[in-house]
């Protein structure tokens, strides 16, 4: 078990190193920085989709950026969600708070996204953060748990937090 864990903080680790020597991030390569961002946070964390939603420009939807897919190896974008379709999430994310929804599809704040997003992609658990440019939320970086739900552990939730905090000066 022990051996488990020093295994998953290696790959945290080389994760995190990646990300600080990207030259996508330093050179303002938005796409591939948005890329390498969501595959390490999808290795960081150990889930299968991760993904960094932009507010539009009405701030009335957030629109992905970039989704990795981490069993397809696969990146997309372009959908939105709207507020008027999901109230309670955009509430929330109102709040510019970090979510942990141990059971997505209970939630008060992810609920709304059951039958239309979450069980149609075996979806059960989400880790959101909000991210910021200058100061202002900008938007959230997703992290979506595929099939059995999942406790997020406090120092995985505090780790997570503190990470976010950065000024995606790149977005």
Partial sequence: MQELSLEKLRRQNAALLKLAKST?????????ALREITEAGSMTLDVKRCSVWSYNEQRDGIVCLDLYEAEKNQ???GL???AKDFPA????LGEERFLAAHDAH?????????EVYL?????NSM??????????????????QVGEARVWP?????????????????I
Avoid: W
């Fill in 75 to 77: 990146h997309s974008s």
């Fill in 24 to 32: 996508a991030i330093d050179s303002g390569d938005i796409q591939q």
């Fill in 80 to 82: 939105t969600l709207m």
């Fill in 127 to 144: 880790l959101d953060a909000p991210f910021r440019r200058s100061g202002l939320m900008m938007g959230v970086l997703c992290n979506e």
């Fill in 119 to 123: 069980r149609p992609l075996n979806i």
């Fill in 154 to 170: 406090p120092r995985r939730a505090k780790f997570f937090r503190f990470s976010c905090r950065s000024d995606f000066s790149c």
């Fill in 106 to 114: 209970t939630d008060e704040s992810t609920c709304e996204f059951s």
């Fill in 89 to 92: 999430y955009f509430k929330y």
